[in-house]
Each structure stands twice: as C-alpha cells, then as structure tokens.
Nanobody, 125 residues
C-alpha cells in the first residue's frame, strides 16, 4: 500500500510559477514509475510528466520546456516545477505511482496503482 498526498496548488497569473509536491509513504519498491496528471470536469485525464526509478523523465508536448518533474528519495517526495504557466494549465493535478518496470516514464493513467487526492491549479490571464 502506498499513500500519496499532494500540495502546492493555488492561483497564479499567466507567466508565473508554482511547484507541486507529492509526499509518498508506505511500502517501498525497487522498480516503479511516478507521474503527474491533470483533469478537468467532464474531460479525460491527461498525463503531464512522468519519471521512473532510474530517473528517466518524459513530458506531454504541451508542457515540455516549461515543467520539470523530479523526486527526492531522501524526503520521499515527488515534485512538479511549473514555469511560464498559461491559463490552459488550469486543472486539478494529481500524482500517481505505478509498480514494476516500464519502458516509458509516462504511462497511460490506468497503468498506475495508487493516486493522490489532487491539488487545484488556477492560472488567470
């Protein structure tokens, strides 16, 4: 069992920055992959960024170059640094963890085993 708790969401003007955190606890695994997703009501969940246990990363084209995913294993925390935010980045952001090896750091959302409750990000123009 793994528990994930996000924080760091909020409201910011376009062009601004936010850093999301995802604290994880519970069982530990040698191979895994973690990701950030976002979802608006009535819309499909969208993968934003992913990282695997080797530190490989992958990004959605819409955030590539603006967002950075990282993790601090000593603090058991996953991060998403979001720069140059746009109004279209407004969404509920959630972190997730998938167990096992992966050939790509960002997987389809249904391949993740545990999810956090989400944190809202609102970007105004």
């Amino acid at each position: 069992q793994v528990e994930l708790v996000e924080s760091g969401g909020g409201s910011v003007q376009a062009g601004g920055s936010l850093k999301l955190s995802c604290a994880y606890s519970g069982n530990t695994y040698s191979t895994y992959y973690m990701g950030w997703f976002r979802q608006d009501p009535g819309k499909a969940r969208e993968g934003v960024a992913g990282i695997d246990s080797d530190g490989n990363t992958s990004y959605n084209d819409s955030v590539n170059g603006r967002f950075t995913i990282s993790q601090d294993n000593a603090k058991n925390t996953l991060y998403l640094q979001m720069n140059s935010l746009k109004p279209e980045d407004t969404s509920m952001y959630s972190c997730a963890v998938g167990l096992g090896a992966t050939t790509a750091p960002l997987r389809p959302w249904d391949e993740y085993n545990y999810w956090g409750q989400g944190t809202q990000v609102t970007v105004s123009s």
